[in-house]
């Protein structure tokens, strides 16, 4: 089926200093060839940590992150080693969230560039310098650049580095953790413009985490929303904005009316956040559901996929809400 990344955690923990945390539980979906994923939710909702498992950057104490490598194996990458994965971080790359923090300041530019060809056993110089000075030219930056230190370059700059180190192995597949949000919005326009120019260039699939709406509605071909640590929907772009079912998403959209304006805050849709930790009994959304019945305190609701027909196509969307039918199909 074309399937690049299956992520999958069923009762999944992470294990952290403090104790293993229930972070996020019952995640379940695919990204496909060429295709850029949106994950989006309140912080806290575990979609940083979903995006951290699949490189292990964080540990997942279950569940499967299924990776079809470009020879056409598929692998899951949760019980494998820092040195079994090696070979895999040359297709699956990260673009992190602060270009400030996350390009060390006593390396050149070059070397940064370079780290992850000779982490992958590359030493030819002149071969490392010709890809660096490649990729510093791809992100809209020049070859003289490449003499430089992180501090030399503004944010968005800096984060133009961060994407060509990303990409200098030739990647398949992209996590980026809020990768615009530290940026003023003119500069995130660029990024994302550069982001979906090198998209199409290099073949990529992006899994793009963002707490900002109206970057995911520019950038991204499908969403999943993330409520405490479970997606509760999933569908294309355009319909997800358009049509949510789920109350959750509905609630996003009517609470930030704005599309300019559609980051989420934790402080929009009111009623108490519950500790993602110890979520609710049932459906964890429904002290601040509109829609909330009785059977919605006790019986955690399942994503489930529904047929619709939109502009003269069948299109399959996904909702993890008791009264998704009722409430938005039958109306
Ligand atoms: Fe609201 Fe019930 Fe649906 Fe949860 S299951 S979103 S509480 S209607």
Redesign the pocket.
Same mark, same amino acid.
């Given at each position: 089926d074309g399937l690049k990344m299956h992520f999958s955690m069923k009762g999944g923990a992470f294990s952290r200093r403090q104790g293993v945390i229930k972070a996020v539980d019952d995640i379940n979906f695919k990204i496909y060839p060429n295709e850029t994923f949106g994950l989006v939710g309140e912080s806290g909702c575990g979609k940083t940590t979903v995006g951290r498992a699949i490189l292990k950057a964080m540990e997942p104490t279950g569940g499967k992150v299924v990776y079809q490598r470009k020879n056409g194996d598929k692998v899951d990458l949760v019980p494998l080693n820092q040195k079994q994965l090696r070979p895999i971080r040359q297709e699956v790359q990260m673009i992190f969230q602060d270009p400030y923090s996350s390009l060390s300041p006593r390396m050149t530019v070059q070397e940064i560039l370079e780290e992850p060809l000779r982490l992958a056993g590359i030493k030819d110089k002149k071969y490392l310098y010709e890809q660096a000075k490649e990729m510093i030219q791809q992100v809209g930056l020049r070859a003289s650049h490449l003499m430089r230190y992180p501090h030399a370059f503004s944010g968005g700059q800096r984060q133009r580095i961060g994407i060509a180190r990303a990409l200098i192995t030739r990647p398949r597949f992209i996590v980026a953790d809020e990768a615009v949000s530290a940026l003023d919005v003119s500069v995130q326009a660029q990024i994302l413009e550069i982001l979906s120019e090198l998209k199409e260039k290099f073949d990529l699939s992006y899994l793009f985490i963002s707490h900002d709406l109206s970057v995911v509605k520019y950038l991204c071909d499908r969403v999943g929303v993330m409520y405490l640590g479970r997606i509760v929907e999933v569908a294309d772009t355009d319909v997800l904005y358009n049509k949510p079912l789920?109350? @959750?998403t509905e609630a996003l959209m009517h609470a930030i009316p704005d599309i300019e304006e559609r980051s989420i805050r934790s402080d929009i849709l009111g009623g108490e956040i519950p500790d993602a930790a110890n979520p609710p009994s049932g +459906?964890a959304?429904?002290n601040r +559901?509109k @829609? &909330?019945?009785e059977i &919605?305190k006790t019986k955690t609701?399942e994503l489930k996929t529904f047929s619709e027909t939109h502009n003269g196509e069948e299109i399959l969307r996904q909702s993890a &809400?008791?009264?998704a039918e009722e409430i938005y199909l039958k109306q």
């Open positions: 789920h109350p @959750y +459906c959304f429904h +559901c @829609y &909330c019945k &919605c609701p &809400c008791h009264l």
